[in-house]
């Protein structure tokens, strides 16, 4: 038997997110494996995204702790924080 890719065999450690997923799934009439696919791919799409603005976001802050400008998006914490975030933008 292959590894399973999500790897959890205790449903209970996933609550409330796993009665969450299920009603919505139920509610939505997700019931092929292509649709349910879809959804996470949806999920993955964002948490991607989150994840590449949290990266951005420390590497502003790693920036700023050290006392280092960031050429080019000016020397306040309020430009450079903006434009980590801009830089994220097209991740959606």
């Not at 997110?17 to 879809?38: F, N, P, Q």
């Amino acid at each position: 038997m292959t590894e399973k890719l999500y790897g959890c065999s205790n449903l209970h450690t996933l609550e409330p997110y796993y009665s969450r997923h299920v009603a919505a799934m139920t509610e939505e009439g997700l019931h092929s494996k292509s649709d349910i696919a879809a959804e996470l791919a949806f999920r993955d799409k964002q948490i991607d995204r989150l994840r590449n603005a949290l990266v951005a976001a420390r590497g502003v802050i790693r920036e700023m702790a050290a006392g280092d400008p960031w050429s080019g998006y000016g020397d306040s914490p309020e430009q450079r924080i903006t434009a980590a975030l801009d830089a994220t933008e097209g991740t959606k």
